[in-house]
């Protein structure tokens, strides 16, 4: 299986467009401590010919472009190598590149049924995009089921789908309640070599119940979001912290890292990193932190066979 990180900054990328925050402003400088990312977006594949996306950025486009087995094959005047983009939730930074997709065939979109819902009747992508090229939706599974191709081929992987502490996207409002299903990790299993992935990169706290689960790995992309609880008000940018905006921390009694240390994990990367986390600082004490633990940083581009 190979796995390239497209994207791995959160909503917003970085620099964000409208923050001048320290590691903001650093960025536009060009400074050598640190690198801009694109919003969040994986792609993987076990032949690489036939690709899935995990979540679809807002900066897709420019991701698709910059990894050449993504583009249109040359011998057809119009196509692509994507099979289906897989949804762990209904936020914006994951599905607003869907609509960037529509003018293709018929997309094909596995999520939960509480993702297609927002999507549906709260933020309206799936009604605009049966006006261009159509959705077939997938539900996803609890067990590890093959994931197939467009026509129904075996890709070469397995997936299951499980639920993670999270909440329905913003712009549903009161229209939905809290419930499983608005947040999901997804598990990957390569059928030749049994290489296994395990893809989380929204989950508001870290239950004890989800640690073999996401032990049972080569890869672990978690969620990285925020470094501390009260990183948005510390750093001067807002006042939500980090658990009800659907992000566990890193750091803290209670904050993934501590946990995360202790599994044994060939590899394990924070994704999706907001502008506000000083991890984002490569000579960071944080930084240090998370690599003396056993972490790594994502980063666009970086990739990971398996």
């Not at 583009?71 to 692509?80: D, K, L, W």
Request: with cysteine.
């Amino acid at each position: 299986m190979r796995i390239v990180l497209l994207g791995t900054a959160a909503g917003g990328g970085f620099p964000q467009w409208n923050c001048a925050c320290a590691l903001c402003s650093e960025a536009r400088t060009g400074s050598s401590r640190i690198r801009s990312r694109t919003q969040s977006c994986v792609a993987i594949s076990a032949d690489n010919e036939r690709w899935f996306l995990l979540n679809a950025s807002p900066d897709l486009r420019l991701q698709i472009e910059s990894l050449p087995q993504l583009r249109p094959p040359p011998a057809h005047p119009r196509g692509t190598p994507i099979e289906a983009v897989l949804l762990t939730n209904a936020d914006l930074d994951h599905t607003l590149g869907l609509m960037l997709l529509r003018e293709g065939k018929q997309l094909v979109v596995h999520s939960s049924p509480q993702v297609r819902k927002a999507l549906t009747t709260g933020f309206a992508i799936a009604p605009a995009l049966e006006m261009f090229c159509g959705v077939k939706w997938v539900n996803i599974p609890d067990k590890a089921t093959p994931l197939l191709c467009r026509d129904g081929s075996r890709s070469g992987l397995l997936y299951s789908a499980f639920a993670v502490p999270g909440k329905p996207s913003r712009f549903m409002g009161d229209k939905a309640a809290p419930s499983p299903g608005d947040s999901v990790g997804y598990r990957f299993v390569d059928e030749k070599t049994g290489g296994r992935l395990v893809f989380v990169p929204d989950i508001a706290r870290l239950d004890q119940s989800l640690l073999p689960i996401l032990g049972d790995c080569e890869v672990l992309v978690f969620d990285g979001t925020f470094w501390s609880e009260n990183e948005m008000h510390e750093r001067g940018v807002g006042e939500t912290p980090a658990a009800q905006m659907g992000h566990v921390p890193i750091s803290g009694e209670h904050g993934s890292l501590k946990a995360l240390a202790l599994l044994p994990v060939k590899t394990k990367v924070y994704f999706h990193i907001n502008n506000t986390n000083p991890i984002l600082l490569e000579d960071s004490a944080e930084r240090a932190a998370v690599v003396a633990a056993g972490m790594h940083v994502a980063a666009d581009a970086m990739e990971y066979v398996i």
